[in-house]
């Protein structure tokens, strides 16, 4: 089935497919739940779905994968699954810096975020990460970590404010484009796709997504699969993109 999904996607104008995909990854405990385990061991399975939808984008020739990962109320989570999740965290950064499709790929990471609030060792590993594929520019993967929406146009604000005090920055001058060049992530996806059953943005890439396809799955993220994302990117391609013309 996903392969006749395949041949439909590769048949649609270039033009036509979605540049920038962003996920939200809702689900992960549930799914554990469901399987009588500890609702924590979920994390697992979302982290080896993440690696899968690297290659299914890559296939499709999408530019640019944002995963809403890890938000700022995700801190509030019982420390016994924090210090789990954490410890998950470290081990796929870990290997990410490894990871062959960096080169492979010509592939760029960015964690965007407040991603000071993380355990030093974590921050370094995301830093290194960063740097070392900061010349990249194939094919551009974010990770939304230590991520609020809201808190991503408050910071933006911060960094603005001392500009216009200096006289870098006219106020008058302040534009939308410009304002976006201070945010965590300037770019805007086309296509957001939000697993889990849930029906709200929670908070994620809200100046960004003001034009951004929206598609909810009731599935869970540890169960979404190639076959799903073809459809997601099937559906969007049939969808009048008027931006409010």
């Known amino acids: 089935m996903s392969d006749d999904l395949l041949d439909i996607v590769k048949k649609i104008p270039k033009d036509k497919l979605p540049s920038h995909v962003a996920i939200v990854l809702d689900g992960n405990r549930r799914f554990a739940k469901r399987l009588n385990l500890d609702p924590w061991k979920g994390h697992e399975w979302g ?4 690696q899968k939808v690297l290659d299914w984008s890559k296939e499709l020739g999408i530019k640019e994968l944002t995963f809403y990962a ?35 790929y010509n592939l760029k990471i960015r964690f965007i975020g407040r991603i000071n609030l993380f355990p030093e060792k974590i921050q370094k ?12 520019s ?18 933006a604000v911060k960094k603005i404010i001392p500009e ?35 029906k709200r943005t929670s908070n994620f890439l809200l100046w960004q997504s003001f034009y951004s396809e929206w598609i909810f799955l009731d599935k869970f993220w ?14 969007y391609t049939k969808r009048e993109r008027r931006i409010g013309k």
């Open 138 to 155: 194939d094919y551009i993967v974010n990770f939304a970590m230590a991520y609020g929406g809201r808190e991503e146009i408050l910071d």
């Open 164 to 198: 216009i005090k200096e006289g870098t920055i006219n106020s008058d001058n302040l534009s939308e484009e410009m304002f976006s060049k201070f945010l965590y992530l300037a770019d805007e996806p086309d296509l957001i796709i939000r697993t889990g059953g849930e």
């Open 222 to 235: 540890p169960e979404f699969e190639r076959e799903d994302f073809l459809k997601c990117i099937i559906d």
């Open 47 to 50: 982290e080896k779905k993440v």
């Open 125 to 136: 590993l995301m830093n290194r990460i960063m740097e070392k594929t900061k010349n990249n």
């Open 70 to 104: 890890f938000s700022l109320q995700n801190f509030d989570r019982p420390k016994q699954e924090f210090d789990y999740i954490l410890k998950l965290f470290l081990t796929a950064a870990e290997k990410l810096f490894d990871d062959e499709r960096l080169e492979k």
